[in-house]
Each structure stands twice: as structure tokens, then as C-alpha cells.
């Protein structure tokens, strides 16, 4: 049987996301998502966890999220864990975590606001409630 890798996160986004190409022009979104948790110590004060999240998109959720997605924006994402390393001028083995969404959700209450219109005049589509990816092996 194969394993399970499968992440869900519902926090906001820290920045807007940071749109990149590759040669073959598959577009590629990343951003940080902050994810928070409160609790009460034993000693009676409040206290506020965040953890933070390198999130990567691809393809038509990345197109999504250069469209819609702001800085603040809360999200509902689906994905899995990407354990990546490199060994850096010093000869040293570094590790960082990327979570792969393959599922977002659009949660604010209102929805940011709508970018300027593209220079050929043609019309942008609201934003869908929710997006998927199809799922291929493929890590773009």
C-alpha cells in the first residue's frame, strides 16, 4: 500500500504571490501562508502560535492566484509536503519545505480588490469559489 501525503491549511497569505515562468512558459506561484493557533499556558495568558508555509502552484492555480490572491487574502488549501535540498557554496546540505497545493479556496468575505484591466481591453472573469489542479506526477 502507498503512503499518504496530504496537507490542509486554512490561514493568509504574507505577501502577494511572487509569479515565475519557466522556458516552456508553465507559470509558477509561490507565496507564504501563516497559519495560526491559540491556546491559554497553564498560567492563565493567551498565547498566539504562527507557523509559516512556503507555498508553490502551478499552472492554472498559479494563473488564479496572480489574479486574485493578495497579501492578507485567506485561503482553504489542499496539497502535499516537497522535501527539497541543495548544498550551498560552503559545501553544506540545506533542506527547506514547500507545500504543493493542488486545491485552494477563496475565504475572505470580500474579495480583493479586482486587478487593473489588461491593456487590450478584454474582460477578466470573476474569480471561482474554488480551484483544482488536475492531478498528474508531474512536480510542475
Known amino acids: 500500500m502507498a503512503g499518504i501525503n496530504k496537507v490542509i491549511l486554512v490561514g493568509n497569505l504574507g505577501k502577494d504571490?511572487?509569479?515565475f515562468?519557466?522556458?516552456a512558459g508553465i507559470k509558477r506561484a509561490k507565496f507564504s501562508l501563516a497559519t495560526s493557533e491559540n491556546f491559554t499556558a497553564k498560567d492563565g495568558t493567551r498565547?498566539?502560535?504562527?507557523?509559516?508555509h512556503s507555498i508553490v502552484l502551478w499552472r492554472g492555480l498559479a494563473e488564479v492566484a496572480e489574479k486574485y490572491l493578495?497579501?492578507?487574502s485567506k485561503i482553504y488549501l489542499e496539497g502535499k509536503i516537497k522535501t527539497n535540498s541543495y548544498v550551498d557554496k560552503d559545501g553544506?546540505?540545506?533542506?527547506?519545505?514547500?507545500?504543493i497545493g493542488d486545491r485552494f479556496e477563496m475565504l475572505d468575505s470580500k474579495p480583493p480588490p479586482p486587478p487593473p484591466p489588461p491593456p487590450d481591453g478584454s474582460v477578466?472573469?470573476?474569480p471561482p469559489f474554488s480551484v483544482?489542479?488536475?492531478e498528474d506526477d508531474l512536480p510542475f
Open 132 to 134: 483544482s489542479e488536475p
Open 124 to 126: 477578466v472573469d470573476p
Open 47 to 52: 498565547v498566539d502560535e504562527t507557523e509559516w
Open 17 to 19: 504571490p511572487e509569479i
Open 70 to 72: 493578495r497579501k492578507g
Open 21 to 23: 515562468s519557466t522556458e
Open 92 to 99: 553544506n546540505k540545506k533542506s527547506f519545505i514547500d507545500i
